[in-house]
């Protein structure tokens, strides 16, 4: 990105990955290389998440298996959190748990009440290569546990259980996108 310009200005809109996407439910790898092409990935997932209106967005969710995650997400007190981060590890999720509803760029219309903490922090990289803490709290903590677990393979319907899950699950069949791929 160049300083001062609007994130995924200067990107291109990239197909999502929808449920019953392999790379959802596969792990993603390291960043090695913070060059150019990073720059690009992290431009390219900004117009993707800006086009389809979402509040973050992994690279496995546009089809590249690399533990990156864009976000552009309100906290419960209304402040706009932007950024990105490389390589993020996950290193608090604690508070209270709350159930709240959750959906996803990868199951587009649909939501489930999903219980997360309300506190939560990210340490990565920015695609440059500084060291980033990223510390959220309410929805905003909700959008970094939900991007963490897209790049260790997951995604919120694999934590929605019980009659809310099984509901997911119909809904998922249902869905004009879906391939038949409920939650794992």
Known sequence: MRHGSIPGAHGRVRPLSLLGDPVLHTRCEDVTDFGPELARLVEDMFA???AAQGVGLAANQVGEPLRVFVYDCPDDEDVRHLGHVVNPRLVEADGIVLRGPEGCLSLPGLEAGTE???HAVVEGFTMTGEPITVHGTGFFARCLQHEADHLEGTVYADRVTGWRG????RQVA???WSRGAGPA
Do not use: G
Not at 166 to 169: A, I, P, Q, V, Y
């Open 116 to 118: 997360r903490h309300d």
């Open 174 to 176: 249902r869905a004009s």
């Open 48 to 50: 993707t998440m800006y």
């Open 166 to 169: 099984r509901r997911l699950t």
